[in-house]
């Protein structure tokens, strides 16, 4: 945890319950950190509960707003980025499928482009689901060589974020300078 003392953090879905929680973490470690994300709209909501509003600096806003998301990742100037932020329900995405990959696929291109233009951004974190994986049924657990793929927008979704954080990685964030 003291490696995160003192580093500026921008995290975006910082108002869902893995961002409260990673928000919350990541305080008491002593960093700071500037959250992005759509206002929580559940009853109860961890991030009221744990009165994130007034121990960090938020702002609500929509991944796939592109050029309030620039700026407030520009005039944070973080160190360390982490990509929480999603339409995270599977069943949600059969209703809405173009919200779900806007925000899921659009949002992610929109953050990595971002932090391309933000000289103080060392580490990006896009944190997707085992969702991102084909189900093949076999019972056991997915690990990183097993096969992208969906059989619904959800998983699609996911699989398509992995693919372009590698593409975004070995393009513009890799160390050879590509």
């Not at 360390?80 to 919200?99: D, F, G, T, W």
């Not at 990595?112 to 896009?126: C, D």
């Not at 076999?138 to 979704?157: I, K, M, N, V």
Request: charged content about 20%.
């Amino acid at each position: 945890m003291q490696f995160f003392k003192d580093k500026k953090i921008f995290i975006t879905g910082h108002s869902g319950f893995k961002g409260g929680w990673l928000s919350y973490l990541l305080l008491q470690a002593g960093a700071q950190i500037k959250g992005y994300a759509l206002a929580p709209d559940t009853g109860p909501s961890l991030f009221k509960i744990l009165n994130l509003r007034d121990k960090m600096q938020s702002v609500f806003a929509d991944v796939r707003d592109a050029e309030k998301l620039q700026a407030e990742l520009t005039s944070f100037a973080p160190d360390i980025v982490l990509h929480l932020a999603a339409q995270p329900l599977v069943r949600r995405s059969y209703k809405e499928p173009v919200l779900t990959i806007q925000t899921n696929v659009t949002g992610a291109q929109n953050l990595f482009e971002a932090a391309r233009k933000t000289p103080s951004v060392r580490v990006i974190l896009n944190i997707t689901s085992d969702k991102c994986y084909e189900n093949k049924e076999t019972g056991r657990p997915y690990c990183e060589g097993d096969h992208l793929g969906g059989f619904d927008p959800y998983s699609a979704s996911k699989a398509m974020s992995e693919i372009l954080t590698a593409s975004y990685r070995n393009s513009f964030f890799n160390s050879s300078g590509a």
